[in-house]
C-alpha cells in the first residue's frame, strides 16, 4: 500500500512538474508576444511613421493670408506656404491634406492631433517652442508699420502712443505689441483680428490707425481690395517662420528639415519664392 502510494506519488510529481514547464514556456511566449507589442506600439508612436504609413500629412494653415496661403478661385488652397507644403509632403513620400482655420485655432489643433503639421507663417519664438517643435526656418520676413494713405501723423513705433492698432490674434505681432512696444512707447489700445484683410478693410475705413505686417503680405491684399494704405519707416523687426509639430518629434523634424534643404540644394525652394514674391529670397 506504502509502494503503491509512494510511485502514485512520484507519478504526481511529475505531471506537476511537466505542467509547471508548460506554464513556463507559455509565459515565454507571452513575454515575447508582450515584447512584439511593445515594440509596435514604439513604432506606431514615431509620428513620422505614422504619416508615411497613413499615405497623407495633415497640414493647417490660414487660408486667408494671400500670398502665403489662400483658396484660389477653384476653391483650392493655393499659395506661397500651399507650394512648400505640397513640395514637402512629395519629398516625405505622401500626400497633403489642408485644413484651413483661424491662425489662434491652429496650435490647439496640433496639440488635439487633428493636424501633423502648421505650415501657415508661424514665426518660430522661445515661447513657443517650449510647447511646439519647429523645423529650420522656410521664410524670413520684414514687418514694417502700416497706416492709411493720408496718414502722416505715424512713421515709427513711438508714434503709437495713444491710438488704436490692429494685429492678428494669436501672433507674434501680437506678442510683440504687447511685450516689447507697449512697455516702451506708453498706452495704446490693441485691436485683436482673426485674419489680415478684416485688419486692412478697418484701417482702411480708419476704425484703427495702425497695424503692423510684412511687406510681402501686403499687395496681393491691396490690389484685390482697392485699399488705400502704405506702409511706412523702416522694418521694426524681421521674422523667420518654420514647420511645427508636436513636441518631441526628432525623426519628423529631421525629415522636414531634409525637404527643405533638399529644396534650397536642387532649386526648388528659389523657384518656389520667386513665382510668389518675385524675388531670390535672402541669403
Known amino acids: 500500500m506504502n509502494k503503491t502510494y509512494g510511485s502514485k506519488t512520484r507519478k504526481g510529481w511529475s505531471l506537476t512538474a511537466i505542467l509547471l514547464m508548460t506554464v513556463l514556456v507559455l509565459s515565454a511566449c507571452g513575454s515575447k508576444a508582450t515584447d512584439n507589442g511593445s515594440t509596435n506600439g514604439a513604432q506606431a508612436s514615431n509620428e513620422l511613421e505614422q504619416i508615411k504609413s497613413a499615405g497623407v500629412i495633415k497640414v493647417g494653415m490660414m487660408g486667408t493670408y494671400a500670398p502665403y496661403n489662400f483658396l484660389n478661385d477653384k476653391k483650392e488652397m493655393d499659395g506661397y506656404d ?62 514694417k508699420i502700416i497706416v492709411k494713405e493720408d496718414n502722416n501723423d505715424i512713421t515709427k513705433l513711438e508714434d503709437f502712443k495713444g491710438k488704436t492698432i490692429g494685429v492678428g ?39 484703427i490707425d495702425a497695424t503692423i505686417n510684412n511687406m510681402y503680405a501686403l499687395k496681393p491684399i491691396v490690389d484685390a481690395n482697392g485699399l488705400s494704405i502704405k506702409a511706412v519707416g523702416e522694418p521694426i523687426k524681421s521674422d523667420q ?32 519664392f520667386k513665382k510668389w514674391f518675385g524675388e531670390e529670397p535672402a541669403q
Not at 108 to 135: E, W
Request: net charge negative.
Open 82 to 143: 500651399a507650394d512648400i507644403a505640397r513640395e514637402v509632403a512629395k519629398r516625405l513620400g505622401v500626400k497633403v491634406e489642408f485644413v484651413s482655420q483661424e491662425f489662434s485655432g491652429l496650435t490647439p489643433s496640433l496639440q488635439a492631433k487633428k493636424l501633423d503639421a502648421i505650415i501657415s507663417q508661424m514665426t518660430i519664438t522661445d515661447d513657443r517652442k517650449k510647447v511646439l517643435d519647429f523645423s529650420d526656418p522656410y521664410i524670413t520676413n520684414q514687418v
Open 169 to 207: 490674434l494669436g501672433t507674434n505681432d501680437e506678442t510683440y505689441l504687447r511685450n516689447e512696444v507697449l512697455p516702451k512707447v506708453g498706452e495704446f489700445t490693441i485691436k485683436t483680428y482673426d485674419d489680415v484683410i478684416s485688419s486692412l478693410k478697418d484701417l482702411n475705413a480708419g476704425r
Open 241 to 272: 517662420a518654420g514647420i511645427a509639430v508636436r513636441k518631441d518629434n526628432p525623426e519628423l523634424v529631421a525629415a522636414l528639415n531634409d525637404a527643405l534643404k533638399g529644396m534650397k540644394d536642387d532649386g526648388t525652394y528659389n523657384t518656389i
